[in-house]
């Protein structure tokens, strides 16, 4: 087992390179990059640009005045042009750029934002707490609802039971996760009818000052709405695995054979069926908690106002700001990959019989 993970630490370095090294090569040939749109700015502000612009770092580069200032329909001097690229380190070629930003990454340093002068990982640091309480609350909320309710539609199969919580799971499949968090805004949060919970945050404005218990009350009342959203449009897919794996193994022989034998439903249940129908369920609970965290909870960030890392990724890719991206896209590649090796292990714990070293 310990030759299996020191592979697959060692695949980490060359797929993580890839994945920055093919995102780097389709960043070059996108429009509006950061140079383009802080020229497209000076030209909106026209007479204003004929000033100082504010770079990355806070260091400020000289605007032309006179006559060789900006001239509306004329374009900008070429002096400034330059400039402009110097502060966002567009002078060097791509190749030096990206060899110079693969180094920095080896020691997680991802720079500094084009546009909002902040560390990259200073920002994520502020934006981590936000994505990973709605993931993580969102993930173990999917399980605890989609297993039970896999098992009894299994154990029930055909019944009335069954077709009716059938529907209820193909509403929950069809409804996308953020439209649900609209209806639940206009239900719940002040809309049209009751407003019962908050709306934006994840605190009180107030709450700084408060006992630890009122603010974990708090805390967990503002994670209601944004936590049933997500539930809602997640719990689905993993109730329909589960159930469709217990009944493969419950039709299976060794299941026959226990029931022959005299043991009771419950104990072919829960001690013969629920390790092996549970193997696929539990180990993938690592790339659902990753889905979760950087791709589902995106809008309804947006909705709620929860200021996390989907809506940074999603800001950061809107205004070209690349060392965000990038840093971001770091972040999240590196944890995907270590999720998948910590899935790989949960195989092992679900299930002694499994030996990856057996693998050819």
Known sequence: MGAYLLR????????????????????????????????????????????????????????????????????????????IRRMFGFDKPAGERFMIMVRDYLSFDFGRSFFLDEPVLKLIGQKMPVSVSIGLWSTLLVYFVSIPLGIAKAVRHGSRFDVASSAFVLVGYAVPGFLFAILLVVLFAGGSFFH???????????AA????????????????????????????????????CFLEEIRKQYTVTARAKGASEQRVLYRHVFRNAMLLII??????????????????????????????GFESAIRRDYPVMFG??????????????????????VDPRIDFEARR
């Open 283 to 312: 180990a993938g609970f690592p790339a659902a908690f990753i889905g979760i965290l950087f791709s589902s909870a995106l809008l309804v960030e947006i909705i709620f106002s929860l200021d996390g890392l989907g809506l940074l």
């Open 196 to 206: 019962v919970f908050p709306l934006r945050g994840l605190t009180s404005p107030e």
């Open 8 to 83: 697959r630490l060692l695949l980490v370095v060359p797929t993580l390179f890839g994945i920055i090294a093919i995102n780097f090569v389709v960043v070059q040939f996108a429009p509006g990059g950061p140079v383009e749109q802080m020229i497209a700015d000076l030209r909106g502000r026209g007479g204003e640009a004929a000033g100082r612009v504010s770079g990355q770092g806070g260091a400020e580069v000289a605007a032309p005045t006179g006559e060789g200032a900006y001239r509306g329909a004329r374009g900008l001097d070429p002096s400034m042009v330059a400039d």
């Open 328 to 349: 971001t896209l770091y972040i999240f590649t590196l944890l995907g990959l270590v999720m998948q090796i910590v899935g790989d292990m949960l195989y092992t714990v």
């Open 209 to 244: 000052g408060w006992a630890w218990p009122a603010r974990v009350v708090d805390y967990l009342w503002h994670m209601v709405l944004p936590t049933v959203a997500l539930v809602v449009g997640g719990f689905a897919g993993l109730t329909m695995l589960t159930k469709n």
